[in-house]
C-alpha cells in the first residue's frame, strides 16, 4: 500500500531563511506529487504538482520542489521565508486519480522574526 | 468568485444528535468530495462522488451519508454523532477525476461531539 511520510511535524525557521520540508512516498510505481498549503483557520490550496517531465517543479509564492524517483522522496524548497509564509503543508501522492489521494500528516512551517 | 462553500464553521453535537454539514461549489465542477482532517494525521477521504447522482466510499465512511442531487450540493450526513467524529471537514471539487486537475477547498468545519 502506499504511504506519504513528512518527515518533520514542525519546522521553525527564522525569516528570510532558507527553508526545506521534506516528503517520501513509498510506491513501487509512477506516481504523481502534490504539495499543498493550508493556511490558519482555511482550506487547503495547491502550491505546486508533478505530473511528469522536469524533476524541478516551481509553484506560487515562491516555493519549487524536485522529484527524486530514486529516493522516493519530493521535498519542497524555498530561498527565503517570509511570515506569511507560516502555514501548513502537506504533501500528497496519487496513482491516476483525485479519490486516490495519498496525504501525509503535514508539517508546521513556523516563522520566527 | 466563492469557490466552494461550507456550513457551518463551527459546531458542538451532543452523542447520539443528528447533522448535515452543507458544502456547495459554483465553479460547476464534476467531482466532489469529503475529508476529515484529526491532529497529527493527513486528510481522510469520507466520501466522493463524481456527478449528480453518483456517490462512493472512501477511507473512511463508516457514520456518514451523502448525497448528490445536484452539481453543486453534496451535503455530508451523521446520524449518530459518537466522539470519534469530532474533527475538522473539509469539502473539495474538481472539474474531473484527473489527478492533473487542483482540487478546490472550502474552509472546513470544526465540529465537537460532547
Known amino acids: 500500500a502506499q504511504s506519504v511520510t513528512q518527515l518533520d511535524s514542525q519546522v521553525p525557521v527564522f525569516e528570510e531563511a532558507p527553508v526545506e520540508l521534506r516528503c517520501n512516498y513509498s510506491s513501487s510505481v509512477s506516481v504523481y506529487l502534490f504539495w499543498y498549503v493550508q493556511y490558519p483557520n482555511q482550506g487547503l490550496q495547491l502550491l505546486l504538482k508533478?505530473?511528469?517531465?522536469s524533476t524541478l517543479v516551481k509553484g506560487i509564492n515562491g516555493f519549487e520542489a524536485e522529484f527524486n524517483k530514486s529516493q522516493t522522496s519530493f521535498h519542497l524548497r524555498k530561498p527565503s521565508v517570509h511570515i506569511s509564509d507560516t502555514a501548513e503543508y502537506f504533501c500528497a501522492v496519487s496513482r491516476g486519480s483525485n479519490y486516490q489521494l495519498i496525504w501525509g500528516a503535514g508539517t508546521k512551517l513556523i516563522i520566527k522574526p | 468568485n466563492a469557490g466552494v462553500t461550507q456550513t457551518p464553521k463551527f459546531r458542538i453535537l451532543k452523542i447520539g444528535q443528528s447533522m448535515t454539514l452543507q458544502c456547495a461549489q459554483d465553479?460547476?465542477?464534476?467531482?466532489m468530495y469529503w475529508y476529515r482532517q484529526d491532529p497529527g494525521m493527513g486528510l481522510k477521504l469520507i466520501y466522493y462522488?463524481?456527478?449528480?447522482?453518483?456517490?462512493d466510499k472512501g477511507e473512511v465512511p463508516n457514520g456518514y451519508n451523502v448525497s448528490r442531487s445536484t452539481t453543486e450540493d453534496f451535503p455530508l450526513r451523521l446520524e449518530l454523532a459518537a466522539p470519534s467524529q469530532t474533527s475538522v471537514y473539509f469539502c473539495a471539487s474538481s472539474w474531473d477525476g484527473d489527478s492533473g486537475q487542483p482540487q478546490h477547498f472550502g474552509d472546513g468545519t470544526r465540529l465537537s461531539i460532547l
Open positions: 508533478y505530473l511528469s517531465g
Open positions: 465553479m460547476n465542477h464534476n467531482y
Open positions: 462522488s463524481v456527478g449528480a447522482g453518483i456517490t
